[in-house]
Structures are given as C-alpha cells and as structure tokens.
C-alpha cells in the first residue's frame, strides 16, 4: 500500500512579495507504507517544507498529496483526521517539553486525542518503553533530565500519538554518537513494533545508510534522486556535484580507487567495507 503519494506539489515562500521563493517545484514520489526513508539535501532544498506539508501544518500552492489514498487537503476536517496518522518530530524537540512531568508531557497528544484514561496510560507507559525511558523517570520533571533523555522524552510524546507515518527532522542533532544510535534504534524499534513509515531528515549520511532502506534526495525543490540506499550512493559524482557529503567509508573507497587498488565506490557500510576488503586479501572475514 502507497502511504504518501505526491503529484505536481508545489510551495512557495512569500508569494507576491520581493522575497519569494519557490521552496518545492512540481515534485512528485510514492513512498511505500512501512518503508524507512532517509532524506537528504542541501539546505533550503525544501525537506523541512516537504514535512510539514506531510504533516499538513502548511498548504501546497499546486498539485495533491495522498496520505493512504486520500486527498491530505481536501477539506479540513479530511487534513484534521490525516494528521492523526503522521507525528512530527522537530530538531531540538526537547524545546517543546513543557508539562511538569514526564508523564504529563508524554500524555498530552493522546489526552488531545480524546483517548480514555486507561489508553492513555497505556500508551504513555509503550512510549516510554519504545524509548528507553525507565518507569521512575515518568514523575520526574523533564527540566532535570539529561539532554539525550530529554530528547527521548520528546519523541516519546510523539510515539505516544502512535503515528502510521512517523516523521523526524534532524532528531540526532547535537547529540554525541552514542546518542545518536540510541535514538535512532528507538525509531527502527518503534518501525518494527507497528509497521510505521519512518521519514528521517539528516545531514549525517552514517545516519542514513544505517537505518534506511531508501534515500530521497532533494535539490533546488526537486527530487534529484530517490532510490535503494545502495543504489543512491552508487551515485556518488552527482551528489558531490550537487554540494552534499558522502558516508565517510564510501570517501575511503573512492580515494583506494583514485590510488589505483581496484574496489568498488558503492561501499557504504563498515560491514560491506569489511567483506570488499576481505576478499581483495583473500583472507575473508579476517581483513
């Protein structure tokens, strides 16, 4: 089944003013329900825009765009009903803690949801799990957390929605590595647990080619690309044309080739790196 389907979609910046700027131009994708997406693009490419209109905070200026077969803006109560199904996590989302608790804060989107008592401490207690937060944090405030737990908190309140389209824009920035694979092994848990289509907005392409299936790639308000991870940094020429970085190993590979030893520049991984190497030494696994 299509989850998201986008046709001629269009969004402009400032329409009639000195400052306009088109920030999406006749884009179009089909995105597969239960894929896990990575987008990647240079800055003011339109990811940010491409979300919230997802999420339908904002409204396109041309085309359509289907969430599950359905017109996201056909009218408003048709937007209202569509955005109960997509949860969106903004950079920095710990900015958006407010309640004085954890517990409160994680319950606030399903309370607005009109959810009963028991469902609500249900999925407060689910999101809490899916993130790793332990049960005596729920009646801690979310002031005396710590950065990645706050982070976690914040994510928690959007899982807590249960979202079948979960989006997260930059969720890892300002965190160290280590928080940074916790927290995106929370997502790929929650993905896993419930089918959910991920979208994940990063500049860290480590990020992207360890957690998605599929990469998006935006340009100008264009779809340069959208393909197979390994088919997308296959590419490697046209997205370093295009200003935007390669994971680190597939540098590696591509300055091996430059110096003549013969190996491919489609390596994204550690482990593809690993088994590429081992069979140019001929000694396996022991490379």
Known sequence: MTAIEASGLKYVYGVGTPYEMTALDNFDIEIDSGDFVGIIGHTGSGKSTLMQLIDGLIKPAGGTLKIFGEDMFADAKTTARLRKKVGLVFQYPEYQLFEETVEKDI?????????????????????????????????????????????RAA?????????????????????????????????????????????????????????ASKVLVLCHGKKMMYGKVGEVFERSKELLNAGLDLPQITKVFIELKNRGVDVPTSVYTVNQAIEVLGKLSGGGSRA
């Open 107 to 151: 319950a606030f989107g399903p309370k607005n949801l009109g959810l009963s008592e028991d469902e609500v401490y249900k999925r407060v207690r689910y999101a809490a799990q899916i993130t790793g937060l332990p049960e005596e944090y729920l009646q801690k405030s979310p002031f005396e957390l710590s950065g990645g737990e706050k982070r």
């Open 155 to 211: 994510i928690a309140g959007v899982i807590a929605m249960r979202p079948e389209i979960f989006i997260l824009d930059e969720p890892t920035a300002g965190l160290d590595p280590k928080g940074r694979d916790e927290i995106l092994a929370r997502v790929r848990e929650y993905r896993e647990d419930t089918g959910a289509t991920v979208l994940l907005v990063s500049h860290s392409m480590e990020d992207v080619t360890k957690n």
